[in-house]
């Protein structure tokens, strides 16, 4: 794992963040709004730990899927708003960056293994990463197995293809299909307008050589978006008219064994797991581009921001509580365990987590890694939200394929200029 955090750290966008200490007061609390809610349960514990060993009181609040943005900015302003808070990148720090404190002279800096997971800007620093990630296909190798494969027959995506296709046409024989249901609903559609909408906007950012935040983009790759789509929803446990279906839960198909492949990430580890561990691998997402030493899409999106208004003894709470979460044995072993986390500090516990080891073996091949262009998407939850309807407009039979290049292309531009007003 070490290896793979030395090479891992060289791959991932380097921006930057704030500092600030104040006052020590026994009567200031930590109020953490929380990003993840797949680990809303291992923080609201682990809050309960800090409070019972420091009298500390600790706050968490976790946003529903795909609101962060609306709930920090309903909260922000408050009396008792959040002092520890999220910022997705330099996207992110653009919005947030009066409310970051700098934290460039702080223990929880100070513990990074590399300035590579610090969200910077000159000698500032104003945001933490605190999780390395990595999505693709996760596969049920047992399955894969009972339809004649194995998971290295499987290099491109015109072989994922022959593949998932043939498996359709012995659906009923096997007794599984191909892959999991492309939910389009809230709890869902991120892993497709966000993660799946990364492989066209990764491979054009490469092409055009795009370092920073783009007015525009071109959808150069959006055939191959287009055909990777058309492959999920026309292989898969459901239908394609029913993908906004609020009771979708792919999850639950693929741990009922009910597919072979489902799209997530490193997160979904303790989600799945029960499958055996024997029968879990975890491919890159092929799109038909650049197939040759693909690796799966890895990075960051994750940046641990504390709120410059907050008071002084706020502000050294929430610093206290940081520093806590990251070296000793109860918050390093819930980072690693129980909210499987590749971390990137000091004291971090290896991950006993399968998916997160695949993702260390294809950065110790030599494979690249498809990082996350996504985190530069303007006006974010506008955009996807936008990208969603047509792309359930289009698999419903409702609409064009040429609504969702708009919605992608067109949709950008509009966002990127309503970020600026």
Known sequence: MKKFLSVALSIVLTVGLLSGCGAKDDTASVYYLNFKPEQDAAW?????????ETGVDVKVVTAAEGTYEQTLTAEIDKDNAPTLFQVNGIVGLESWKDYCMDLSDTDVYKELTSDDFALKQDDAVYGIGYVYEAFGLITNKKLLKEAGYSIEDI????????????????????????????GLASSSSWRFAGHLANMPLFYEFQKDNIKTQPEKIKGTYLDNFKNIWDLYINNATISPETLTNEQNDAAAEFKAEKAVFYQNGTWEYSNIKEIGEENIGFLPIYIGVDEEKQGLCSGTENYWAVNSKASDAEKQATLDFLKWVVTSEKGTTALAEKMGFVSPFKSAKSVDNTLAKIMSDYVDKGNYSVTWAFSSTPNVDTWRANLVDALAAYSAGKGDWKAVEKAFVDGWAEQYTASKQ
């Open 44 to 52: 609201q514990e682990l809050a309960k730990e800090y409070t019972a």
């Open 155 to 182: 290099t491109s995506f015109e072989k994922l293809k022959e593949i998932a296709e043939d498996i359709t046409s012995r659906k009923d024989e096997l007794g599984f299909s191909a892959f999991t249901s492309s």
